[in-house]
């Protein structure tokens, strides 16, 4: 596609469900990033993917934060157990290189 | 924590002025980009400045760096009103993944 979607683009759920969000990088692609941002607040890292290499998990918050990336292209974010902390945005972002990043629309996630 | 701090927090300007936005960062990095965010969505690279060099434009952008300070900072001349967004520095301090600072809010009246 032209640039990296994400779905959905809102998402209210209830305390203590499981939920996913799903980033269609841009082709091509090696590298994929996840990102919360809080309102009003910057952006806090969360997990990136570099090729084939193991994925960063340094900035997941919790065990209850997982990501996979199949086949190199798509992602998708899993939060189990959501808790009401867990209200954000989550942008996807992908690049070839570490340098110039895309980025998707965002999920906004809201916990009731 | 966040290695990228922005100055101001906001900014409030008419159209026609110039706005300048500061961020000062912590580790020795490959390079700074900055980035724009439009009604807290996704985030738009403006401008990329590699370590080694000490300025860098774009239209109405001008970014600085100085690496001894570990500080770098955005100008846009003759602001208009669709300039107004947050704006956020990144770095990536010497690896593949960007750290991103708090923001500078910016507003331009027309």
């Known amino acids: 596609g032209a640039g990296v979607s994400q779905s959905p683009s809102n998402k209210v759920t209830e305390k203590g469900k499981d939920v996913e969000l799903r980033c269609d990088p841009i082709?091509?692609?090696?590298?994929l990033y996840w990102y919360r941002q809080s309102l009003g607040q910057g952006l806090e890292f969360l997990i990136y993917f570099q090729g084939n290499s193991a994925p960063d998990k340094s900035g997941l918050p919790s065990d209850r934060f997982s990501a996979e990336r199949t086949g190199g292209s798509v992602s998708t974010l899993t939060i189990q157990r959501t808790q009401q902390e867990d209200s954000a945005v989550y942008l996807c972002?992908?690049?070839?290189?570490?340098?110039?990043?895309?980025f998707g629309p965002g999920t906004r996630l809201t916990v009731l | 924590s966040q290695q990228g701090e922005e100055d101001p927090q906001a900014l409030s300007i008419q159209e026609g002025e110039n706005a300048t936005m500061n961020c000062s960062y912590k580790?020795?990095?490959?390079?700074l980009q900055w980035y724009r965010q439009n009604s807290g969505r996704g985030l738009v690279h403006l401008i990329l400045?590699?370590?080694?060099?000490r300025e860098k434009h774009s239209g109405r952008l001008r970014v600085t760096l100085d690496t001894s300070k570990k500080s770098s900072s955005l100008l846009i001349t003759a602001s208009r009103a669709a300039d107004t967004a947050s704006y956020f520095c990144?770095?990536?301090?010497?690896?593949?993944?960007?750290?991103f600072g708090t923001g500078t809010r910016l507003q331009v009246f027309p």
């Open positions: 082709s091509g692609h090696t590298a």
């Open positions: 400045i590699r370590s080694n060099e």
């Open positions: 972002a992908s690049s070839w290189t570490g340098d110039e990043q895309f």
């Open positions: 990144a770095t990536d301090g010497g690896t593949d993944k960007l750290i």
């Open positions: 580790t020795s990095i490959n390079n």
